[in-house]
């Protein structure tokens, strides 16, 4: 089955630096990978999507990269805000119909 | 239409007592998908339909679970008989199109509480 990890359970930065999250998966190669955003009591939030032929994706402050090799995506927020604290979630699937599979998040803290 | 909506915000029930949430989705949207996320976890999918018919469902979900989207608009989400390890935040997610890859909008979630 897939099985998809988020090694981190939290991350302190401080404010201005660049965070770097990892998701690794195992088993099966999913075809792509989503990042969501979530904060506290609150539904996850969609920030980035990236397929399994791509290497990198940007979106203004973030990055997400995909390496099948090593079964890993980065996810790095550049000139990090105290805004930008919240859980980071990422998510796989194998194909467009087969449900995501989510990881247990990375709580980014930035510290001002 | 702002968003995705789920009805009640909180719910606190006694063992034992069915429950009954509801997700209204963005509303050109042809995906519903529901979740359940308790804490320091992820979301892990439950089920999802395309419309009014429910595509697949979780190996994990009891039997005491059930779910409809009886004219492809609105959810709703039942649990009977429910039971303390029930206890979670329920989430609601809509999407426009047929791939799970597309961009999933949630809701704010419901909180299920179990005494």
């Known amino acids: 089955s897939q099985k998809i990890e988020q090694n981190s359970e939290a991350l302190n930065i401080q404010e201005g630096k660049t965070a770097t999250l990892t998701c690794n998966y195992t088993n099966y190669s999913p075809a792509y990978l989503q990042w969501y955003r979530q904060d506290p009591g609150r539904g996850p939030v969609f920030l980035l999507l990236?397929?399994?032929?791509?290497k990198e994706k940007r979106k203004e402050r973030l990055k997400v990269t995909f390496d099948t090799t090593l079964k890993q995506s980065l996810f790095h927020i550049t000139a990090s805000q105290p805004a930008d604290s919240a859980t980071y979630l990422c998510a796989q699937a194998n194909s467009g119909n087969t449900p995501l599979v989510f990881g247990k998040g990375t709580r980014l803290s930035v510290i001002a | 239409d702002t968003g995705v909506s789920q009805n009640p915000r909180h719910k606190i029930t006694k063992r034992g007592q069915n429950v009954t949430f509801r997700c209204d989705p963005i509303?050109?949207?042809?995906?519903l998908y529901w979740y359940r996320q308790t804490l320091g976890q992820g979301p892990e999918f439950l089920t999802y339909?395309?419309?009014?018919?429910?595509?697949?469902k979780s190996r994990l979900l009891s039997d005491r679970f059930s779910a409809e989207r009886p004219k492809g608009s609105f959810s709703t989400l039942e649990i009977q008989r429910t039971e303390q390890g029930d206890s979670a935040m329920y989430l609601c997610?809509?999407?426009?199109?047929?791939?799970?890859?597309?961009?999933?909008?949630f809701g704010p979630g419901t909180r299920l509480t179990v005494l």
């Open positions: 990236i397929r399994e032929n791509e």
């Open positions: 339909f395309q419309n009014e018919a429910q595509l697949e």
């Open positions: 997610a809509s999407s426009y199109g047929t791939g799970v890859m597309n961009e999933q909008f």
């Open positions: 509303s050109e949207h042809n995906r």
